[in-house]
C-alpha cells in the first residue's frame, strides 16, 4: 500500500467534533473537554424543576444563534454523522440554573385559594377573604342637602318616606381644601350657600358637598371611594373657589384660584367624571366679610367654562387633554395608557394623606373594578392589586421589565431609559401574587446564575474545515512519522554498513529504499513541528460556531483584551462590546470602509460621562453605585452595567425592540427576596438558553433604597 493511499484515506475519515481550547482561569492551565461521564436524561431536573433537555430533543424548544430551529447535529463535522460519541457539554448548552424557590405565602394571590387557610373554617385548607374585595357602586349617594332648609338627609330613610318613584336629582358642589377649610363654620357655611344657590337655578331639590355629605365615622371612609359614583349621578357639578383674586371685574375667571383647586388630587375624578361639558364656577372674594362675599357672589351670574378648557390652567395639559378625550369618547384609550396616562396626572397633585393608597384609590375611581381599600396597604400594594382586579393588559409585567433613571426613582414612575412606553414591553412572565415590603409573585420567568468566584472552563466549537482537519491530522501524526522516521534511518544505516562489508563498489554510497523512506518522513515531520504553531492557530483560533453559555460577573471595569487572556488563553478578539444591552454601552458605525452603515459596540470607557461614573465608583460606599462587568460566553459580549448591589442572577421577564429586556437581581436571604438592580437588553438567543425558574418573590427598590 503506497503513501498516498493512506493520505487519502485518513483524510476520508470522519473524525469527532472539533473541540476547540478550554481554559481554566483558576490554575491557569489549558484543558480539552472529555465525555461526560453520565448523560444528563431528558427530563432532568434540580430540586428547583428546571427543565434541561437533552440534545435529542432540544430542537423542538431552542433556538439558535441564527433565528433557525437547533439542530442536533448542526456542529458536528457533516449533517451525515450520526454518531452520539461527541463531547456533552454542560447543562447541555444552557446556562447554569437559578437555584431558587418562594416558599411563603403571598400577601395577596391573584387567585383566592392560594391565600392562607382559614383556621376558624369548618373544612381543610379553606381560602381566606377573596383577593378582589369590590367596593359595591351606588346609584345614589348615601346622604344629600335638601335644598330648602338645607338639612342634611339619609336618603334611604328619605325614599322610604317619600317614595322611589320620586325624583331626587342634585348639584355637586367641587372645592378644595386650601380655599374651603371642613372644620371652620363660615366655609362650611358658604359652601352651602352655594350649593343651595345652584340647586335652586338648576331646578333639583338637593346638592351634594363632601364636608357635610360623607356620614358619621362609621361609614365615611366607605363612602370616599364612592365620590366617583356621586359625580356620575349628578345632575350637574358647580366649582366653588374663594380667594382676594380675579374677581373685582365682573367676567374675569380666577385663573389662580382655578389652578389652585386643580392641583389637588381628588379633583381631577371630579372633572373627568363631571356630566356636562360645561362647569359653573362661583368664586368668593376674601377681602370682603362673609356677608358681602356671598351676596356678590350669588348676585352676579356664576362663570362658565368648558371643561376642556381647564387644562390651560395646569402645567400637565396635554395629559390631562388626552383622558378628556377618552370621557368624551373621541379617542378611546386602551386600559393600559388610562391607568398609566391617569397616574401620571395624579402624581403631579397633592393631597393630605389619608392612606399610604390614597394615590391608587383616587385612580381607582376612573376604573370598572374597585378593591375594597385596606389601612395596612403601601402605596404600590394598593396599586397593584387595583391593577390586577383590572383588565390593565398586564400593567405590573411590564412595569418590572423598565429601567427608571435613578434607582431612587418611586414605584409609579413609567420613565425609562430607553424611552420605551408601557405598551412597547411584551411580557413573559406573569405577576401572580402581591408580597409583603412591595414585592410581587412572579412566575413563568427564565433565568440564569452569574458567576463572580472565578473564570470557569469554556467549551468552544468550531466548524471542522478543511484547513482544521489537516491540522488535526498533522499534529495527530506527527510523532509517529518522527519515531518511523528515526527507525527507518537507523535501519538503513545499519543494512548499508553490513553491506559495504560484502563487496559492494567505491561508487555505492549506502542509500537504501527504507533509508529513503526515512528521510522522507523525517522532513515532513520537521515541516509539521515548524509549522505547528500556524496549524495551533489556525485550529483553535478560528470562528467559533458553538459555546458553552455562561454569565461571568467581574466589578469594575475591564477592557476585552485581559478579559480573553484570562478566558481563553490569549488575545482572540471574540468578545466584542454590546450596542444597547445596559444604560452604559455604546455604539458607533463599523470602522471599515465597505460597512459603514454596520453597528459596532465601543468601549464604554471612550465616553468622558462613562469614564467619570468608573473612576467614581473606585471610592463608593457600600450603598453607592458600582460598576460591573458582565461577560456573555454565548453571545460572546462583554456589557458594563452600574449597580449598588452585584447581581447574582439573570431573569428574562420580557421582550422591547427585538431584544430580551432581563433583570439583574441581588438575593436577599433575610426574606428570600430577588431584588432588582438594574435591566438589560440581551439578545433573543441568549433567552432560549435559559431555563424556567420556579416563582420568584420580586422586589422593584433597589435594596440601596430600602438601607
Given amino acids: 500500500m503506497g503513501l498516498s493511499t493512506i493520505l487519502r484515506k485518513l483524510l476520508k475519515r470522519k473524525p469527532k467534533p472539533l473541540e476547540v481550547q478550554e481554559r481554566d482561569s483558576t490554575r491557569g492551565e489549558e484543558l480539552h473537554s472529555t465525555k461526560s461521564k453520565k448523560p444528563t436524561p431528558a427530563f432532568a431536573s434540580s430540586h428547583t424543576g428546571a427543565y434541561h433537555p437533552t440534545e435529542k430533543n432540544l430542537h423542538r424548544t431552542v433556538k439558535d444563534s441564527h433565528g433557525g430551529d437547533y439542530q442536533p447535529n448542526q456542529y458536528k463535522t457533516t449533517s451525515s454523522d450520526q454518531r452520539t460519541d461527541h463531547v456533552k457539554t454542560r447543562n447541555n448548552g444552557f446556562y447554569e440554573p437559578v437555584l431558587y424557590k418562594d416558599w411563603q405565602y403571598p400577601y395577596d394571590a391573584r387567585n383566592r385559594y392560594e391565600n392562607p387557610p382559614c383556621k376558624n373554617l369548618p373544612y381543610k385548607n379553606a381560602p381566606t377573604r377573596p383577593f378582589i374585595g369590590q367596593i359595591e357602586r351606588v346609584s345614589e349617594p348615601a346622604y344629600l342637602c335638601l335644598a330648602e332648609g338645607m338639612k342634611v338627609i339619609n336618603v334611604q330613610q328619605w325614599r322610604k318616606a317619600n317614595g322611589k318613584d320620586v325624583a331626587l336629582d342634585y348639584i355637586m358642589v367641587s372645592y378644595t381644601g386650601k380655599q374651603f377649610a371642613s372644620n371652620n363654620d363660615k366655609d362650611k357655611d358658604s359652601l352651602h350657600f352655594i350649593g343651595q344657590h345652584a340647586a335652586q337655578e338648576a331646578g333639583v331639590r338637593a346638592y351634594w358637598v363632601s364636608c357635610s355629605c360623607l356620614g358619621m365615622a362609621d361609614d365615611q371612609e366607605e363612602n370616599v371611594w364612592r365620590i366617583s359614583d356621586v359625580i356620575k349621578g349628578a345632575f350637574q357639578v358647580v366649582i366653588a373657589v374663594a380667594g382676594p383674586v380675579g374677581v373685582k371685574e365682573m367676567g374675569t375667571l380666577p385663573t389662580e384660584l382655578l389652578s389652585q383647586w386643580g392641583d389637588r388630587v381628588w379633583t381631577l375624578p371630579e372633572l373627568l367624571l363631571s356630566p356636562e361639558r360645561d362647569i359653573e364656577i362661583y368664586t368668593l372674594n376674601r377681602s370682603l366679610d362673609q356677608v358681602q362675599q356671598l351676596k356678590q357672589c350669588l348676585e352676579r351670574p356664576p362663570d362658565r367654562i368648558n371643561r376642556r378648557n381647564f387644562s390651560r390652567f395646569w402645567e400637565d395639559a396635554s395629559i390631562v387633554g388626552q383622558l378628556l378625550d377618552h370621557y368624551e369618547g373621541s379617542v378611546i384609550l386602551s386600559p393600559l395608557e388610562l391607568i398609566a396616562t391617569a397616574l401620571k396626572c395624579l402624581e403631579r397633585r397633592h393631597t393630605t394623606q389619608h392612606?399610604?393608597?390614597?394615590?391608587?384609590?383616587?385612580?381607582?375611581?376612573?376604573?370598572?373594578?374597585?378593591?375594597?381599600?385596606?389601612?395596612?396597604?403601601?402605596?404600590?400594594?394598593?396599586?397593584?392589586?387595583?391593577?390586577?382586579?383590572?383588565?390593565?393588559?398586564?400593567?405590573?409585567?411590564?412595569?418590572?421589565?423598565?429601567?427608571?433613571?435613578?434607582?431612587?426613582?418611586?414605584?409609579?414612575?413609567?420613565?425609562?431609559?430607553?424611552?420605551?412606553?408601557?405598551?412597547?414591553?411584551?411580557?413573559?412572565?406573569?405577576?401572580?401574587?402581591?408580597?409583603?415590603?412591595?414585592?410581587?409573585?412572579?412566575?413563568?420567568?427564565?433565568?440564569?446564575?452569574?458567576?463572580?468566584?472565578?473564570?470557569?472552563?469554556?467549551?468552544?466549537?468550531?466548524?471542522?474545515?478543511?484547513?482544521?482537519?489537516?491540522?488535526?491530522?498533522?499534529?495527530?501524526?506527527?510523532?509517529?512519522?518522527?519515531?518511523?522516521?528515526?527507525?527507518?534511518?537507523?535501519?538503513?544505516?545499519?543494512n548499508a554498513f553490513q553491506n559495504s562489508g560484502y563487496g559492494y563498489g567505491s561508487g555505492y554510497d549506502g542509500t537504501t529504499p527504507l533509508k529513503a523512506i526515512g528521510g522522507l518522513f523525517l522532513a515532513l515531520s520537521l515541516i509539521i513541528l515548524l509549522s505547528s504553531p500556524w496549524l495551533i492557530k489556525k485550529l483553535y483560533l478560528g470562528k467559533v460556531w458553538n459555546a458553552q453559555p455562561w454569565f461571568f460577573g467581574i466589578e469594575g471595569y475591564i477592557p476585552i483584551d485581559e478579559i480573553e487572556k484570562k478566558l481563553f488563553g490569549a488575545k482572540s478578539g471574540r468578545l466584542s462590546w454590546s450596542t444597547t444591552t445596559s444604560s452604559l454601552s455604546r455604539h458607533d458605525h463599523l470602522n471599515h470602509k465597505d460597512l459603514v452603515n454596520y453597528c459596532e459596540g465601543q468601549d464604554p470607557k471612550t465616553d468622558p460621562e462613562v469614564n467619570a461614573r468608573i473612576q467614581k465608583a473606585l471610592s463608593s460606599t457600600n450603598s453607592e453605585e458600582k460598576i460591573f462587568t458582565l461577560v456573555d460566553t454565548y453571545t460572546m459580549t462583554v456589557t458594563l452595567f452600574a449597580a449598588v448591589k452585584p447581581p447574582v442572577a439573570v431573569l428574562a421577564c420580557g421582550e422591547e425592540g427585538g431584544m430580551q429586556r432581563a433583570l439583574l437581581c441581588s438575593y436577599d436571604w433575610t426574606n428570600n427576596t430577588m431584588y432588582r438592580e438594574t435591566v438589560l437588553r440581551m439578545e433573543t438567543p441568549a433567552y432560549w438558553r435559559m431555563s424556567p425558574i420556579r416563582r420568584v418573590r420580586l422586589g422593584l427598590q433597589t435594596r440601596a433604597r430600602m438601607g
Fill in 355 to 494: 392612606l399610604p393608597g390614597d394615590l391608587s384609590y383616587s385612580l381607582m375611581g376612573l376604573l370598572r373594578q374597585r378593591p375594597n381599600a385596606r389601612k395596612d396597604d403601601s402605596g404600590f400594594q394598593a396599586f397593584a392589586r387595583l391593577s390586577l382586579a383590572n383588565d390593565s393588559n398586564m400593567l405590573l409585567e411590564r412595569l418590572i421589565c423598565l429601567l427608571p433613571p435613578s434607582p431612587y426613582a418611586p414605584w409609579y414612575s413609567f420613565q425609562d431609559h430607553w424611552d420605551a412606553s408601557l405598551w412597547d414591553v411584551y411580557p413573559r412572565t406573569q405577576v401572580c401574587g402581591i408580597g409583603e415590603n412591595d414585592t410581587v409573585i412572579l412566575d413563568g420567568a427564565r433565568g440564569a446564575t452569574i458567576r463572580w468566584k472565578s473564570f470557569k472552563k469554556v467549551i468552544l466549537r468550531g466548524n471542522a474545515t478543511v484547513i482544521r482537519r489537516i491540522a488535526v491530522l498533522a499534529l495527530t501524526f506527527v510523532s509517529p512519522f518522527f519515531i518511523a522516521a528515526i527507525a527507518m534511518l537507523a535501519a538503513g544505516a545499519s
